[in-house]
């Protein structure tokens, strides 16, 4: 019996389709300090924000910045940065935007990017269908439910185009008139 090896090359390079390191071209310092502020908010505390971007940056091979040993000291420093509006706290904060992408949770790098675009319109429609279907399922009390449910329904509505709305919403007007 004769062995066959079999070799496929077809010389493409696959690249990585999503780089975290990757920096956005029209992320701002200000766009940043809304997501970290809003960040250190939701825990309430600025001392384990700075920390955590502090941490990556030196992981990354720190560089020009120079940050001290102190916790309470790399926390103000980081947050003056971010509300300054020299030239030099902008350069700081664009020389950090790696380190801060890498550490900032999901839910906040969505303050980043423009919400303008199909797929942000669909992310988010997709996430209040799923809260609807979350409240249903858990038999959560009626004005939970209704409100999830509404919230779902204005998403999805908000992807059609405004003809395609208005055919909606008159066909739900004869299934239940009143409703509308």
């Known amino acids: 019996m004769q062995s066959l090896t079999y070799h ?3 010389d ?4 990585p389709l999503i780089n975290r390191y990757q920096q956005a071209a029209d992320v701002s310092p200000e766009h940043i300090r809304y997501a970290v502020r809003a960040w250190a908010a939701s825990i309430n505390n600025q001392d384990v924000v700075a920390g955590l971007i502090v941490e990556e940056w030196e992981r990354q091979g720190g560089g020009a910045l120079d940050f001290p040993d ?3 000291r790399r926390r103000q420093k980081l947050f003056r940065w971010l509300d300054g509006t020299t030239m030099t706290a902008q350069r ?4 950090l935007i790696p380190a801060i992408l890498a550490v900032l949770p999901l839910e906040f790098r969505g303050r980043l990017v423009p919400h303008d675009d199909f797929m942000s319109r669909y992310s988010a429609m997709e996430k209040e269908i799923s809260e609807a279907k979350q409240a249903l399922m858990l038999n959560a009390p009626q004005h939970q439910m209704v ?3 509404r919230e779902g329904i204005e998403k999805m509505l908000a992807m059609l ?3 395609a709305m208005g055919q909606v919403l008159s066909g739900l007007a004869a299934l239940a008139p009143g409703l509308l």
Request: charged share 35%; no cysteine; hydrophobic share 35%.
């Open 8 to 10: 496929q090359n077809t």
């Open 12 to 15: 493409f390079e696959a690249k």
């Open 70 to 72: 102190d916790l309470s």
């Open 92 to 95: 700081n904060i664009r020389l």
């Open 147 to 149: 409100k999830e449910v």
């Open 161 to 163: 185009p405004a003809e």
